[in-house]
């Protein structure tokens, strides 16, 4: 039989490896690994197959396999004592390069104190400092890297100076450093998204005070404590990756850290480009979703990542202004507009289609009312923007005297309507339908533009 994607049971392709990952095209080799790393060699077992496999209960064996992979494909020397949080290499590449994705999209401009080298922030690096070596070394970046416990930024410090190539780019950061936020600071900055549970305790820095007041980034990135327990983070007997109590646990578990990081980027909107996180449950996803957008956020973006037996997945967010392409358009003026989703991700029904929608028109900039009942979204350009797109855009071509005859003839409401169909399960149908006649160029762009997006966000990779 012939090959191919795997496939969920609704019919929709499950998640790949990231085309740029290193091992997307074949898995590391261990046995060839084994021959030339003597020190790898005790903890590979061949079949009577001749299969060579490494047992992944087995903290040692996952350490050992991690430093050989570092040091074997990306140069870099590593370590870390017992206990500590033993990351995966060819996981932990897939999400540096989806912000490598959201970067080099055109989504939103970089921000204006850009270098033009791009600069991230690792919440809670830990002893491993993986993404930060991984970044350095696979595309140059540079980082800073937080934590707050001993064990971690000696390590952390002890794995950067161990490559005098990428120590440059890489500064290792005590959270703790920074001062605690006063009660009535910690009022306020809690009252952004939830009513404050108890004032009085204190909550460990996450970004604010950590990121210094001159400083601007263009991404934080976060593999959060998942777990609210210790029991609960030793549930998986498949895998042994180690992991202390700190790096793994937190109070609230990881809805209240990744919580904690979007309060934060409240204060810090204009400092970072791109906030993004690691989410382990996807109901926890949804949640955090809401939490983005009721906090401000103009773009909100993810993904899902292959993580071996586990679902692991990245959401982004932003503050800044998407780059508004509303009133140029080359685009040929039609009335009507239709495309199809098909092989939607888990989680993306019509219903979200529908808020994908609304949040795509509000970060243009433009007013929006969602209808769950005829799942439509009506979109009204304001006076001056509809004034902008007639005079200054490509929805009319004619003299200066025809754009002002034409203005006096514009239709004021709604400009045009989105509607969402279900065809069929894992399958949607998205209609446009102009009501302003004037806008017919602007309604186009929008259109093809909104397609791209909710491709982007909605379906799945491969298709």
Known sequence: MGGGRKRRRDGSDAPSIHPRNRYAAAPPDFAALAELYPSF???????????????????SATRELTRVLLLHDHGVNWW????????????????????EDLLSSNLIPPISSS????????????????????????????????????????????NVESNPHLAELIEIRNANAAPFPSESEAIVRENILEPVEDAAMQK?????????????????????????????????????????????????????????????????????RWFTSMVGRKANLKLLMTKAREAGASVVKTTEFVQGQTARWGLAWSFIAPINKVFRSSTPAKNHHSFMLEGLRRGHGAFQVLKSTEAFFLASKLSCKLDTSSFSVSVTLSDEQTEAAI????????????????????????????????QIPGTLLIKGSLLNKALSGTFSSLFFQLEDTLRMECVSKAR
């Open 80 to 99: 870390i004592p017992d206990g500590q949080l033993c990351p995966t290499v060819p996981n932990r590449s897939n999400y540096i390069h989806w912000i």
């Open 391 to 422: 005079l200054h855009g490509d929805d009319y071509a004619g003299s200066l005297e025809d754009s002002s005859a034409k203005l006096g003839s514009v239709v004021k409401g709604i400009s045009f309507r989105i509607t969402v169909f279900e």
């Open 204 to 272: 460990p820095h996450v970004l604010v005070d950590v990121v210094k007041e001159s400083e601007s980034f263009d991404f934080c990135m976060c593999n959060p404590p998942f777990f609210e327990s210790i029991e609960e983070a030793g549930l998986n007997p498949k895998t042994s990756c180690g992991g202390t109590a700190e790096e793994m646990v937190c109070h609230g578990g990881e809805l209240a850290f990744v919580t904690r990081i979007i309060e934060d980027s409240v204060s810090l909107k204009n400092s970072f």
């Open 41 to 59: 060699r005790p903890f590979v077992s061949v079949s009577d197959r001749g299969r060579a496999s490494v047992d992944f209960t087995d903290f």
């Open 115 to 158: 270098s033009g080298k791009v600069r991230g922030f690792d919440i809670g690096t830990g002893a491993n400092c993986i993404y930060p070596l991984l970044g350095a070394s696979l595309l140059g970046w540079s980082f800073v890297g937080s934590d707050v416990t001993d064990v971690a930024l000696e390590w952390a410090k002890k």
